[in-house]
């Protein structure tokens, strides 16, 4: 199993630290954040380390995802939450802070809820020719 003696969510795993655990079987945990975004606020991670969605073998990250829906599910009926983002942070840039991958459920219960993700649409950024390239480059890859 891999492990990272200084990484917070291992410790965590290996029960070195606390953490109020919503979800845990022999591969994946689920676990209240300690800043609470919203009520519910949880993350859920694979107990291997595997710093972000890059580095995530497919595997792992199938063990993971999969159970994300009946997760999601349980906080959604004991809040009553009336939505759900669910994201994940990789590198700096995107805000990563904690460097073991990790996916934020954050129930949502109106605009003013403590939550928000600017987002800016820019529909004329890019020509019909510029994303043609772009996805035929990245399709390509496979
Ligand atoms: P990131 O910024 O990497 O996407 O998210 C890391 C999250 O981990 C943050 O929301 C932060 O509040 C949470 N966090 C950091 N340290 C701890 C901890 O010791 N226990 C718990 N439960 N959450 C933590
Ligand atoms: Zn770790």
Redesign the pocket.
Known sequence: MRTDPNC??C??VNNE?P??KVYEDDKVLA?????Q?TKG?T?VIPKEHFKNIYELPADVAADVFKRVPTIAKAIQRETGAIGMNV???AEEI??????HF?I?LIPRYGSEDGFGAKWIAQNDAFTKEELATLASNIHAQF
Do not use: C, E, M, R
């Open positions: 917070i969510f410790k965590i630290i953490a109020h676990f209240l954040d300690i800043s975004v606020h993350l994201l994940s942070n995107a805000g990563q802070t904690v460097y990790h934020h």
